[in-house]
């Protein structure tokens, strides 16, 4: 199954590292990030798993509820982990799902048969707080994510989700956001008080709303 941005998150219940997790009620009301990586006991994923509980608070402050898959069995995943914490200097502490039948990675699309047909590639789905699939990214195995990248889109998720604005390129949290095509310049000069700054009639910027 192929899933696409604006679809429903399907739920599933699964065995993980940290047991029994059901997909909705592990994420609640809070936004997700489900990624895939090819196997346990693999270097790059060893760095990025590292790199994710490094990165704890950084989710936490946006929300944002992380849950690794691959496919293979809670007790490779329990090993691994040590080696993870061993390694990188970290508590891995959020839950890896075994998939070890493929049932997930079957549903969410994580197996592509081009690159290999027993290993997941490193799939990156984030879910808003309404289940829906907000951004896919996917990376071959042989490239480890940027976990700097992917708080950033969660950032411009989050800001778009609330406010009539789009992001820029590059764009990071502070810099000045563009005005949405939808909103008439009019309307934007009333919605955005600390001011639009207008380079084309389709090309209208306004500082970052919701900062003080
Ligand atoms: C890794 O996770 O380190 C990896 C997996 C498959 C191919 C190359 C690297």
Redesign the pocket.
Same mark, same amino acid.
């Given at each position: 199954m192929s899933l696409r941005l604006g679809d429903i998150a399907p739920n599933f219940k699964v065995k993980t590292s940290l047991g029994v997790i059901d997909f909705y009620e592990y994420l609640g009301k809070s936004w997700g990030i489900l990624f895939s990586?090819? %196997?346990d006991y693999?270097?790059?994923?060893?760095t990025e798993l590292g790199r994710t509980a490094a990165l704890k608070e950084e989710f936490a402050k946006r929300d944002v509820k992380v849950l690794a898959l691959s496919i293979d069995s809670v007790e490779s995943h329990i090993g691994w982990i040590n080696d993870i914490n061993e390694t990188q200097k970290c508590t891995v502490d959020f839950p890896i799902v075994a998939d070890s039948e493929k049932k997930i990675s079957e549903l969410y699309g994580f197996i592509h048969p081009n690159a290999s047909t027993t %290993?997941t590639v490193r799939s990156l789905i984030i879910i808003g707080s309404d289940k829906l699939i907000k951004l896919i990214i996917i990376y071959p195995?042989?490239t480890g994510r940027n976990f700097v990248e992917v708080l950033r889109v969660v950032d411009s998720l989050q800001l778009t989700a609330e406010y009539s604005v789009a992001t820029p390129a590059d764009w990071t949290q502070g810099e000045k956001v563009i005005v949405i095509p939808s909103i008439s310049t009019e309307q934007a000069i009333e919605k955005f008080a600390k001011g639009v700054e207008i380079v084309k009639p389709y090309l209208r910027y306004t500082p970052q709303p919701g900062l003080e």
């Open positions: 990586h090819p %196997a693999t270097p790059v994923c060893t %290993a195995a042989s």
